[in-house]
């Protein structure tokens, strides 16, 4: 389907998923902005959100069309890239939605937004993260700052209407040359100032023992000094910026461009310059931003927390996975960082959501083969939920979802259930059991769980996992082939070795 429609589409409701992302947020802000000519009435639209796994009433994305609601980033229709049952549309799994967006409504070489949309492609079509190694740029772009406001909005409109505002001004500082640097590094230290001066914030949990040391002080840190808030952890990236941006100037940013305009600080430039830094509009969106920030960074430093007392690390095949239970999604990204792990396993024991990231080589391409994993979970499922020997499935690895589980186009994350499709039924096996299948993955010498795999025979046609063909089974089956038979000697004598050792 076309993105771009041959007639206009007069639209009354922008729907698109729960827990709106950055691809979601750019949507709704690209359809608001350009879109009234091809969707009359996008510009003052309402917003409705839905389970990202179905569409409302259980209608298709042209029969909401039909009734003057137009879907973003969900649904399969014009504007978004997920595979859907029953549809073809592999041919846009390279883009994220915010470019079809982008092309329907004409501005997909518009130059406010040469650094937004190939950010919103490799954040989100691809998985691939900044080049950047620094934490503090990781968390002031757009990826790392919504999970903050996430924590601190009221609503996913609310969500929406904030990103927006770091999206505005990242368009108009698009737009134009950027701003002088030192006029950059003195805007965000007066900012960040007037922000810890004004704004309410929770006793702190987490603190260093003795204060940082600054290459240079501005505003910031004599509001923060004042306040006695030098040792807290949570507003320490920010505070750190501030002194290197003043000491350093563009050192203190990424290296490459696109990186550097899509930070936190050129969406204040953009801001400062559509509003002035006085205004209401400046002032609410910079409070509101670099509170979340702020939010975020407190519950990095517990996630880091949990990470220590309860990660399980897991080996195979050349590389490390982490497994982690907690309500705290953060855990994800600190089990990687603090544990050094390429691919992570998460579970969200409130939910019952599970996650599975395959961590990534330098060519984009996954370190683990989540294609294979896919199917090891989804037949478990089966069986789980009917019995062993049930007939397998065409295509049980296939993109998208089946089974209740859900693999992304990039082949780099398989999810069940997400706070962006909450709805998703929690899967039939226990957490125990989703880590034991997943680490039959990275240990191919390693026989199947017992619960449908027995110790003295492989049971070939009749095990449902069998046409997979998987090492496990191979192996299982050799070794099952050449083990002496219960009652012999030969397993008398191998009982009594085994004694022995």
């Known amino acids: 389907m076309n993105p771009r429609p041959d007639v206009p589409i007069p639209v009354t409701t922008i729907l698109t998923h729960v827990h709106p992302d950055l691809d979601a947020v750019f949507c709704v802000y690209l359809l608001r902005h350009h879109g009234e000519e091809l969707f009359p009435g996008a510009k003052d639209a309402g917003l409705q959100f839905a389970s990202a796994n179905e569409l409302p009433d259980g209608k298709s994305s ?137 704004g309410q914030f929770e006793a702190a949990t987490i603190e260093r023992k003795s204060p940082n040391e600054w290459p240079e002080r501005g505003a910031s840190h004599n509001v923060a000094t004042v306040m006695g808030w030098t040792t807290r952890r949570d507003m320490e990236k920010m505070l750190t910026l501030a002194a290197q941006l003043l000491a350093n100037g563009e050192q203190a940013l990424p290296d490459v461009e696109t990186e550097r305009r899509i930070l936190l600080t050129t969406a204040l430039d953009g801001l400062a310059r559509e509003y002035g830094e006085d205004s209401e509009e400046y002032r609410n969106a910079a409070m509101r931003l670099i509170t979340a920030v702020i939010q975020r960074e407190a519950d990095w430093f517990n996630a880091i927390d949990e990470v220590e007392r309860s990660a399980k690390v897991h080996r195979g095949r050349g590389l490390s996975m982490a497994s982690i239970a907690s309500k705290n999604g953060l855990t994800i990204k600190a089990a990687r960082y603090r544990r050094g792990v390429q691919a992570v396993l998460y579970f969200n024991p409130e939910t019952k959501a599970v996650t599975l990231q395959a961590g990534m080589r330098k060519d984009g391409s996954p370190l683990l083969n989540l294609e294979r994993v896919t199917k090891r979970l989804r037949t478990a499922e089966l069986i789980r939920r009917n019995e062993n020997g049930i007939k397998l499935p065409k295509d049980v690895g296939r993109i998208g979802m089946f089974q209740g589980w859900f693999l992304h186009p990039s082949k780099r994350l398989l999810n069940r259930g997400s706070p962006k499709a909450p709805d998703v039924e929690p899967s039939a096996l226990s957490w125990q059991e989703i880590i034991e299948l997943v680490r039959t ?59 022995r050792r």
């Open 62 to 198: 042209d029969q909401l069309e039909r009734e003057g609601i137009i879907a973003v980033d969900t649904g399969g229709g014009r504007l978004d890239t997920h595979p859907v049952e029953g549809q073809k549309n592999s041919n846009k799994w390279d883009l994220c939605a915010s470019e079809l967006v982008a092309k329907a409504v004409g501005v997909e070489d518009d130059p406010r937004y040469r650094y937004l949309l190939p950010y919103a492609n490799a954040h989100d079509a691809r998985g691939q993260a900044m080049t950047s190694k620094s934490a503090i740029h990781h968390l002031l772009a757009p990826h790392g700052l919504i999970e903050g406001v996430h924590r601190l909005a009221d609503s996913d409109t609310d969500v929406i209407d904030l990103m927006s505002c770091m999206v505005h001004g990242l368009a108009v500082a698009g737009g134009n040359d950027p701003d002088p640097i030192n006029e950059t590094a003195a805007r965000f230290d007066r900012t960040l100032a007037w922000v810890l001066e004004n």
């Open 441 to 499: 993955d990275l240990r191919p010498d390693d026989k199947m769980p017992d619960w449908f795999c027995p110790d003295d025979k492989c049971l070939e046609e009749k095990c449902t996992m069998h046409p997979l063909r998987f090492l496990n089974c191979k192996f299982h089956k050799e070794r099952t082939a050449t083990a002496p038979k219960a009652g012999t000697l030969g397993d008398l004598f191998a009982d009594k070795l085994k004694k």
